[in-house]
T-cell receptor, first 117, second 115 residues
Framework: DTGVSQDPRHKITKRGQNVTFRCDPISEHNRLYWYRQTLGQGPEFLTYFQNEAQLEKSRLLSDRFSAERPKGSFSTLEIQRTEQGDSAMYLC???????????????FGPGTRLTVL | AQTVTQSQPEMSVQEAETVTLSCTYDTSENNYYLFWYKQPPSRQMILVIRQEAYKQQNATENRFSVNFQKAAKSFSLKISDSQLGDTAMYFCAFINGGGADGLTFGKGTHLIIQP
């Protein structure tokens, strides 16, 4: 198992364009989280999947953002009509089942750094 | 809503010294978990140590230990015998027992270990 992977690692786009990021969690981890991290800040929660179901969305996730996790495996995060304020590191994390029994460590991927020009 | 506060933006100590990073949090939950994560310059977040709120005993992982004061809502991290590889951003984080809201992070402390 190679851990959580994210693709691409870097993305430069022009304002108004659409972008899509992919996250491959650790196999058999049923929980998947997306976070956004801006320079000098801690990550901020965006959304949460349990298997294929999107169970929670932050108010940070505007209508231009959409996330999916088909078949409960990899996940995609799409940003439509990007704005300069969307420039940030987008982090994905996965966690195994049995959360309340203590298996609650979140394993983070390397992130996708988005720059909107 | 939960909040996590780290009041030390940056700390610098000499190699082999002991350093303590501060964290306070605010929540109305009774069932929750606290974490310290390390983010080295390569930026991949790594778990350092975890504390379940229902456990009174402070967690310890090798050179890393916590001082968990539930009534005071304080969760500090002590690093003993600091090493150059400990240089990183350290984030204190909170999650409620259900886990659906994700981690709430503090703003981080940039720890620099000087040779």
């Amino acid at each position: 198992d190679t851990g959580v992977s994210q693709d691409p690692r870097h993305k430069i786009t022009k304002r108004g364009q659409n972008v899509t990021f992919r996250c491959d969690p650790i196999s058999e981890h049923n929980r998947l989280y997306w976070y956004r991290q801006t320079l000098g800040q801690g990550p901020e929660f965006l959304t949460y999947f349990q298997n294929e179901a999107q169970l929670e969305k932050s108010r940070l996730l505007s209508d231009r953002f959409s996330a999916e996790r088909p078949k409960g495996s990899f996940s995609t995060l799409e940003i439509q009509r990007t704005e300069q304020g969307d420039s940030a590191m987008y982090l994905c994390a996965s966690s195994p089942r049995g959360f309340t029994r203590g298996d609650n460590e979140q394993f983070f991927g390397p992130g996708t750094r988005l720059t909107v020009l | 809503a939960q909040t996590v506060t780290q009041s030390q933006p940056e700390m610098s100590v000499q190699e082999a010294e002991t350093v303590t990073l501060s964290c306070t949090y605010d929540t109305s939950e009774n069932n929750y978990y606290l974490f310290w994560y390390k983010q080295p310059p390569s930026r991949q977040m790594i778990l350092v140590i975890r504390q379940e709120a229902y456990k009174q005993q402070n967690a310890t992982e090798n050179r890393f230990s916590v001082n968990f004061q539930k009534a005071a809502k304080s969760f500090s991290l002590k690093i003993s015998d600091s090493q150059l590889g400990d240089t990183a951003m350290y984030f204190c984080a909170f999650i409620n027992g259900g886990g659906a809201d994700g981690l709430t992070f503090g703003k981080g402390t940039h720890l620099i270990i000087q040779p």
